[in-house]
Nanobody, 123 residues
Framework: QLIESGGGSVQAGGSLRLSCTDP????????LGWFRQAPGKEREFVAA????????YYGESVKGRFFMSRDKVNSAVYLQMNSLKPEDTAVYYC??????????????????WGQGTQVTVSS
C-alpha cells in the first residue's frame, strides 16, 4: 500500500510538495516513482528514485523544476514541485515496484499504485 498526500491548488509559478509513504517497506529494495494523468491524456512519467543508492530520474517536462527525494527513516519519498505551470495540472500517482533500467520511467516498472492526488495550477 502506498499513501499519498500533499496535492492542492496553486497559482502558476508556485510550489507544492507531494509525499508518498510505503509503511510496509514493500519497495525498500526497488524503486518509487511519480506519474501524472491529465483528463483525456495518457499517464505520464514524472520522476523516480531507486531506493538503494538514491539515483533519480526525471521526465523531460519537469527537469529542473521538480525534485524527488527519499527518506529512509520514514520510508517515504517526496516530490518538490517548483515553478508550476498550468500544464502541470493532473492527478499525480505514486507507484512502487522493482523496475529495471529500461522500465523505471514507464508504468511497466511498477506493480502498486497510490490512490492519486489532484494538483491544479491556475494561470
Amino acid at each position: 500500500q502506498l499513501i499519498e498526500s500533499g496535492g492542492g491548488s496553486v497559482q502558476a509559478g508556485g510550489s507544492l510538495r507531494l509525499s508518498c509513504t510505503d509503511p510496509g517497506r514493500t519497495f525498500s529494495t526497488g524503486g518509487l516513482g511519480w506519474f501524472r494523468q491529465a483528463p483525456g491524456k495518457e499517464r505520464e512519467f514524472v520522476a523516480a528514485v531507486r531506493w538503494s543508492g538514491g539515483t533519480t530520474y526525471y521526465g523531460e517536462s519537469v527537469k529542473g523544476r521538480f525534485f524527488m527525494s527519499r527518506d529512509k527513516v520514514n520510508s517515504a519519498v517526496y516530490l518538490q514541485m517548483n515553478s508550476l505551470k498550468p500544464e502541470d495540472t493532473a492527478v499525480y500517482y505514486c507507484a512502487g515496484g522493482r523496475p529495471i533500467t529500461s522500465t523505471i520511467t514507464t508504468t511497466r516498472g511498477y506493480t502498486t499504485w497510490g490512490q492519486g492526488t489532484q494538483v491544479t495550477v491556475s494561470s
